[in-house]
T-cell receptor, first 115, second 116 residues
Framework: GENVEQHPSTLSVQEGDSAVIKCTYS??????FPWYKQELGKGPQLIID?????GEKKDQRIAVTLNKTAKHFSLHITETQPEDSAVYFC??????????????FGTGTQLKVEL | DARVTQTPRHKVTEMGQEVTMRCQPI?????VFWYRQTMMQGLELLAY????????DSGMPKDRFSAEMPDATLATLKIQPSEPRDSAVYFC??????????????FGPGTRLLVL
């Protein structure tokens, strides 16, 4: 089955700096890659996603890049703010061709934005 | 504002007791997922349903866990008998069939279970 590795496990940045979280996946059939943000005591919330036919996607201060050849994808947050502090999860899914949209999650990155 | 709801939000029980967790998916969503989150294992998929039929429950311990969808607005996850190692946060998520324009899974707030 799919295996997703995520690094780093913790990340501390100064407010205004950029943060980058990286994930690798094992199954070349995976074609959907969402990123979720989880705040304390809440469920994960989708912040951005990318499909395998796209190399990069941007939404305001958040961007995701995908390298299918290397089987890795990254989350980039620019101009970080204290409210960006949370745990971020990457995930991969084989989608329709795999018979469903089962997500395999990475182990999470605890991002702390310091004032 | 459509969202997934879960009840109860918190549950403390004693080992051996039955636990039932409920989930109401977003209206119109035909796929429902159950996840378990622990510090050690992270987010694990336990089971998921499409159009109320179970598609995959390979992540679920069959001897004590069961998942059902009595109707399109209710999904249940039961543990009987519960054990201390079942202590975790259980999330329900809902979404649409891939290829319909959205693969996003929307998570509920979770049920925090503690088995003593």
């Amino acid at each position: 089955g799919e295996n997703v590795e995520q690094h780093p496990s913790t990340l501390s940045v100064q407010e205004g700096d950029s943060a980058v979280i990286k994930c690798t996946y094992s199954d070349s059939a995976s074609n959907y890659f969402p990123w979720y943000k989880q705040e304390l005591g809440k469920g994960p919330q989708l912040i951005i996603d990318i499909r395998s036919n796209v190399g990069e996607k941007k939404d305001q201060r958040i961007a995701v890049t995908l390298n299918k050849t290397a089987k890795h994808f990254s989350l980039h947050i620019t101009e970080t703010q204290p409210e960006d502090s949370a745990v971020y999860f990457c995930a991969a899914s084989i989608g329709v061709t795999g018979g469903g949209n089962k997500l395999t999650f990475g182990t999470g990155t605890q991002l702390k934005v310091e004032l | 504002d459509a969202r997934v709801t879960q009840t109860p939000r918190h549950k403390v029980t004693e080992m051996g007791q039955e636990v039932t967790m409920r989930c109401q998916p977003i209206l119109g969503h035909n796929t429902v997922f159950w996840y378990r989150q622990t510090m050690m294992q992270g987010l694990e998929l336990l089971a998921y349903f499409r159009n109320r039929a179970p598609l995959d429950d390979s992540g679920m311990p069959k001897d004590r866990f069961s998942a059902e969808m009595p109707d399109a607005t209710l999904a249940t996850l039961k543990i009987q008998p519960s054990e201390p190692r079942d202590s975790a946060v259980y999330f329900c998520a809902s979404g649409l069939t891939p290829g319909t324009g959205s693969e996003t899974q929307y998570f509920g707030p979770g049920t925090r279970l503690l088995v003593l």
